[in-house]
């Protein structure tokens, strides 16, 4: 027994030399042609202090850019890099859902934040069923935008309702307008879808009219919606126009100055407060990711022992014997602080809301928000307003 105690003390300070490493990291991946990446990131970077580390180990932050196409490649490469500790990206659904298989099929899993993500089907089945991804993802996803949007209409009395897809954005729209219908099929038998179309089609404007629509619900982005709303504008001229509810991928500066039509009828949903975006944009994410990462990587440092040995066992503490650390170590004691947070239902502190995260990595309590134009800028249009106001009041200064 002494004769290893002595082995350890004289090998330990060379095993510190070679198996101790410096740093981890966690790699920002996006596509920064893009301007709201750019935003996310500059905000992420902003405030990230270089100041974190876990079980004695610096954390590094490197920024990875990556386009759509290269998220296989990207994915694969990190997978197996010896200094991966977390993934922040690729921060649209379609690379992210690429990427995702290589970063939760390494051993062990790399843990993800989503910050910007939408698509509720990004992550890849789970074989078996009960198997936990190290995932979560801060923006609510786009089945509650179609939740929150049937819940606004029906609100405020929508009876006939006409849905309009982008065509130039199939997978999203597609999704959106169907998730859609399908609530207000659920949430009430008087409000009632009876047009859907793609907005390239040609439709008979006299049929339009005399089909009695008092609320559109178009999911696509702001520069085709803009066409739209002028041509409603035109079909309905010297009439009442119906209300036109926009998805979040509309929401756009061009509204803001838009004198040819009546602003007033114009709604959108987002995924933000508007309050938040007009201060920050989406910068807002790159904060929220930030705060989530600490509160992650501190709670795995304060009980790192404990939440490697229920991961690894035995071996760890053989390894702990001779000081050897390593990366999979430590991202053993993420997945099970994210883990147990799950199975725990445990609040995390983000910007002026708790997030509780679901096995699927989504937030309990993630809503969307519903904005409209006032005034030359985007303002909140809060629930318990939606049918105590009405929807032809626009106050910026009354509204929260």
């Known amino acids: 027994m002494l004769s ?18 410096e740093s981890y990291t966690i790699y920002f991946v996006g596509n920064f042609d893009n301007d709201d990446v750019n935003k996310i990131w500059k905000k992420f970077n902003q405030e990230y202090k270089d100041d974190l580390e876990i079980d004695g180990v610096k954390i590094k932050l490197r920024k990875f850019d990556g386009k759509e196409t290269d998220a296989k490649r990207i994915s694969e490469k990190l997978a ?20 995702l298989p290589n970063y939760l099929q390494a051993d062990p899993p790399i843990p993800v934040i989503l910050a910007f993500e939408s698509n509720p089907n990004v992550l890849p089945p789970r074989i078996p069923i009960d198997t936990f991804y190290p995932v979560f993802r801060l923006s609510p996803t786009d089945d509650k935008q179609a939740e929150t949007a049937a819940d606004f209409i029906i609100s405020n009395k929508g009876k006939k309702i006409w849905v ?24 009430n038998e008087s409000s009632k879808v009876i047009l859907w179309s793609m907005d390239k089609e040609i439709l008979s404007f006299d049929t339009v009219k005399t089909l009695g629509i008092d609320w559109i619900f178009y999911a696509g982005n702001w520069s ?67 705060q989530l990462l600490k509160q992650l990587v501190q709670n795995a440092d304060e009980e790192f022992d404990e939440l490697v040995s229920e991961r690894s066992g035995p071996a760890y503490y053989i390894r702990r014997l001779v000081n050897f650390r390593d990366v ?51 303002i909140d249009f809060p629930r318990e307003n939606w049918e105590i106001h009405g929807i032809e009041e626009c106050d910026p200064d009354v509204s929260p």
């Not at 197996?80 to 990427?99: F, R």
């Not at 502190?349 to 993630?366: P, S, T």
Request: include cysteine; hydrophobic fraction near 40%.
């Open 164 to 187: 309009v897809e982008d065509a130039s954005n199939n997978v999203y729209s597609s999704y959106l307008a169907s998730e859609f219908i399908k609530q207000i099929h659920i949430k």
């Open 224 to 290: 085709n919606s803009l066409i739209l709303i002028h041509q409603i504008s035109e079909i309905w001229k010297n009439q009442t126009m119906p209300s036109i509810l926009l998805s979040d991928w509309n929401v756009d500066k061009a509204f803001l100055n838009q004198e040819a039509v009546n602003m007033k009828k114009v709604f959108f949903t987002h995924t933000m407060k508007a309050e938040d975006y007009n201060k920050e944009g989406y910068g807002y994410w790159g904060k929220l990711a930030h």
């Open 4 to 21: 290893i105690i002595v082995g350890i003390a004289i090998i330990r300070p060379l095993i510190d030399n070679y198996v101790r490493p």
């Open 80 to 99: 197996k890099e010896h200094d991966t500790l977390m993934v922040i990206g690729h921060l649209y659904s379609t690379p992210t859902q690429i990427a």
């Open 328 to 378: 999979a170590d430590a991202r053993n004691a993420l997945y099970r602080v994210m883990e147990k947070s799950v199975n725990l239902e445990k609040p995390f502190d983000l910007g002026e809301q708790q997030y509780i995260f679901r096995r699927d990595g989504a937030g309990i309590k993630n809503l969307y928000h519903v904005w409209r134009v006032c005034k030359h800028k985007f």
